[in-house]
C-alpha cells in the first residue's frame, strides 16, 4: 500500500510539473489558431495569423534580424572559445585555474550590469547598433563555448595527434584531422548553446541595440505596451515546433546511427 502510494504521488509530482512547464506553450498553439483577439475567448478555428505573420514587415525584420545575430554571433563565438579553451588547457594548473575563473564571471554576473556595462563601454567607440549588439553577443557566448568543448580537451587522447605529427603530418593538418573530430560533439553543443543564448537574449541587447534595430525579444517588449498581435503566438508557436522537431532528430539520429552500426556488426 506504502508502494502504491509512493508511486502514484512521484507520477502526480511529474506530472504537476510537466503541466506547468507544457501548459503555457499549449495555450499559446492554440491562441495561434484562434479567430479572436481575445486571449480568452475562442472565436473559432483560423490560420489568418499565419498568412498576417509573413506579410508583416516589422515582425519579419526582427525575425531576420535575431537569426543573423545569433548565427554570426554563435560562428565566432564557437571559433574563439574552441581556439582559447585550447590555449587554456595548455596552461600551467595556477594560471589554468584564474583563466577558468576568469571565464566563470561572465555567466554569474547579472545581464543588466553586462548589459550597462557594454554599453558605456561601446559609446566611447562605436556608434550602438548592429556592430555593437553583435559584439555584445560574442563577449557573453564565449564562455559558453569554452564550458562546452571543455571537458571534451581533458577526454581527448592526445596520443593520436603526436602520432600524426611523428608520421608526416604538420600542426596544421593533425589539428583539423585529429584534434577537431574529437572535440566535434563539444563543438556543436557549443555552438547550439550560444545561439540559443543569444535568440533568447534581452537585457544586453536592450542597453547595446542602440534606435532602429531590434530583435524578436526587444519588439515583443516594445509590443506589451500596445498589447501582443496574434501573428507573435503564430511565430512562437512556429519557433517551438522547429525546436521539437530538431530536439526528435537529435535524440533519434544518433540512437538509430548505433542501431544501424550494431546490425552491420552482427552481419559482419
Known amino acids: 500500500m506504502v508502494e502504491k502510494l509512493k508511486g502514484f504521488l512521484s507520477r502526480f509530482y511529474i506530472g504537476l510539473i510537466i503541466l506547468f512547464l507544457y501548459a503555457p506553450i499549449l495555450v499559446l498553439v492554440a491562441l495561434s489558431f484562434n479567430n479572436s483577439r481575445s486571449r480568452v475567448t475562442w472565436g473559432g478555428f483560423t490560420l489568418q495569423w499565419y498568412g498576417k505573420l509573413f506579410s508583416n514587415g516589422q515582425i519579419m525584420e526582427a525575425l531576420v534580424t535575431t537569426l543573423v545575430l545569433a548565427t554570426v554571433s554563435a560562428l565566432i563565438a564557437t571559433v574563439i572559445g574552441v581556439l582559447g579553451a585550447l590555449g587554456i588547457h595548455a596552461m600551467r594548473q ?46 557573453f557566448n564565449i564562455p559558453y563555448v569554452i564550458l562546452s568543448v571543455m571537458p571534451k580537451i581533458r ?37 547550439f548553446m550560444a545561439f540559443t543564448m543569444s535568440m533568447d537574449d534581452f537585457v544586453i541587447t536592450y542597453f547595446t541595440k542602440g534606435a532602429g534595430v531590434n530583435t524578436l ?33 537529435a535524440n533519434y539520429w544518433p540512437a538509430k546511427k548505433a542501431e544501424i552500426q550494431k546490425t552491420a556488426g552482427y552481419e559482419a
Open 217 to 249: 525579444s526587444t519588439m515583443i517588449y516594445g509590443e506589451i505596451r500596445k498589447g501582443i498581435k496574434p501573428e507573435m503566438y503564430a511565430l512562437s508557436t512556429m519557433i517551438f515546433v522547429f525546436v521539437f522537431v530538431v530536439l526528435l532528430a
Open 94 to 139: 595556477k594560471n589554468y585555474q584564474i583563466m577558468m575563473i576568469c571565464t566563470n564571471i561572465p555567466l554569474l554576473n547579472a545581464d543588466i550590469v553586462t548589459g550597462i556595462a557594454l554599453m558605456l563601454w561601446f559609446v566611447h567607440f562605436i556608434p550602438l547598433g548592429f556592430g555593437s549588439v553583435l559584439l555584445a553577443h560574442i563577449t
Open 155 to 191: 577526454q581527448m587522447n592526445v596520443s593520436l595527434y603526436e602520432a600524426a605529427r611523428d608520421l608526416g603530418a604538420n600542426a596544421v593538418y593533425a589539428f583539423f584531422k585529429v584534434i577537431l573530430p574529437q572535440l566535434a560533439s563539444g563543438i556543436v553543443a557549443g555552438f
